[in-house]
Nanobody, 129 residues
């Protein structure tokens, strides 16, 4: 499995960016796809996640209403549309994936980094205030 994140860059506060994650190596139906971020000197934190099949989504409170996660099943890609960016959104953003295991509630596991078996290299987002 390979996950390749792209789309990061330098923007000003209030602007938008769209991150992409190209997924390959298997069929991603019945998978959970997530975005996490890590700011300098801080731990990796959950941003958003989506279930590939039924497109359930969940967001961290800090990005709710500003970020939107989506997926394109034809292109095998996951996106993170980030609007109204703030300086505190500055971080390296990572996409992650794992099988949506039976017996696990999506809302309970989506935000746990240890749940995800596959990770891509990050893409840097810098928001200047």
């Amino acid at each position: 499995v390979q996950l390749q994140a792209s789309g990061g860059g330098l923007v000003q506060a209030g602007e938008s960016l769209r991150l992409s994650c190209a997924a390959s190596g298997r069929t991603f139906s019945n998978h959970v796809m997530g975005w996490f971020r890590q700011a300098p000197g801080k731990e990796r934190e959950f941003v958003a996640a989506i279930t590939w099949n039924d497109i359930n989504t969940i967001y961290a409170d800090s990005v709710k209403g500003r970020f939107t996660i989506s997926r394109d099943s034809v292109k095998n890609m996951v996106f993170l549309q980030m609007n109204n960016l703030k300086a505190e959104d500055t971080a390296v953003y990572y996409c992650a994936a794992n099988i949506n295991r039976r017996g696990y509630n999506f809302a309970d596991i989506a935000g746990i980094a240890g749940y995800y078996a596959y990770w891509g290299l990050g893409t840097l987002v810098t928001v200047s205030s």
